[in-house]
C-alpha cells in the first residue's frame, strides 16, 4: 500500500495534464493505495487528425509548463517559434508530438513513467514502481456496458472499505465532481447525455438533478442492489465469495458491449485479429441489459 493522499493528489493532477496532452477525456478514474482505474474516450480526429500548430503548443504546456521537454530539447515558447519556421525540422516535430497522441498504451506508458519518477525523488526510493503491465477493455460507447464500467470505477472506493457513498471519496471522478471540479462535471454531463439510466428508476436526465447527482443516484441504487445481493448469498460460500458480488461488473477482457458489438471485433482484423475465433460470452451484472465480452490473450492498444 504505497499511494498516500499526497500520492493521490499528485496521481490526480499528472492524469490531467497528461490527458490533455494526448487529447484524451476523462469520463471518471478511481486512485486507490496499490492500483488506479480509468475510464478514457477518444476521438481520432480530435486527439490528432485536426491538431494545429496552437493546438500543440497549448497541449505541450499542458504537459510541461514552463519547463523543456527532455526529448526535444525546447520549451512552450520555443516550440511554438520553430513551428512558425518551414523546414524538416518543424515538420519532424510534429511528427513526433502527435505521435504521442490520441494513443492508450503511449499514454498509459508516460503516465506511469512520471508518476515513478516523482515517487522516487519524493520519498528518495528507486527502482520501477508499478509491479506490472497496464491492462486494457475496449467499451462500446452508449451502451449499459458503459454504465456498468463507469460505475464499476466510482465504486471502487466502497467496495475497500474506503467511504460508503462513492460522491464521499475525494480521489475519484465523482467525488470531484460532487466537488464542483468542471472537468469532471463536464464529463458526466457527457455521460448523462448518452446513458439511460436503469430500467424502474424514477429519475431522468430531463429532471433538475445536476449530471453528476443523476450518476451519484444511479450508483446508490446499484449499491443497495449489490447489498441485497450480499445478503441472498448461500451460506456455503466463503467469506471472500459473499463480500464480491457484483465485482464482475467489468472483467479483464479485450472487448465488452452488446453481443453484435463484441462479434464485430471478434472478426476483425489488424490491430484487433487476435479477438478472432473468441466467441463473445454473457457477463453476470446487474443490468437489465446482457453485456458481453470476448477475453484477449494480451494488452493491446486501441484507438476508439
Partial sequence: ????????????????????FAGLGVITFCFLDNHFHVLLRIDPKTAVREVGDEELVMRFRSLYGTKRSSSLGLNAEM?????QQPGERAERIRTQLKARMG???VFMREFKTRFTKWYNE???????????????????????????????I?????????VKDPGDYPFCGLGLAIRGRHKQIAA????????????????????????????RNHLARIRRQLDIATKAALPTQSEAARERPGTDLVCREGALGGRQWVQAFCERGGIMGFLRKRVPRKVETIEAAAIHAARASRTHTAVL
Fill in 1 to 20: 500500500m504505497l499511494v498516500d493522499e499526497r500520492g493521490k493528489k499528485e496521481m490526480g493532477r499528472m492524469l490531467e495534464s497528461q490527458a490533455a
Fill in 79 to 83: 516550440l511554438e517559434a520553430v513551428l
Fill in 103 to 105: 494513443d492508450v498504451s
Fill in 122 to 152: 519524493t520519498y528518495n526510493s528507486v527502482g520501477t514502481f508499478w509491479a506490472e503491465r497496464f491492462r486494457s477493455v475496449l467499451v462500446e460507447p452508449g451502451s449499459p456496458a458503459l454504465r456498468a464500467v463507469a460505475a464499476y
Fill in 154 to 162: 466510482d465504486l471502487n472506493a466502497v467496495r475497500a472499505g474506503l
Fill in 188 to 215: 458526466y454531463k457527457w455521460l448523462a447525455r448518452r446513458l439511460p439510466l436503469m430500467k424502474n428508476s424514477s429519475t431522468t436526465c430531463a429532471s433538475r438533478e445536476t449530471p453528476e447527482e443523476i450518476f
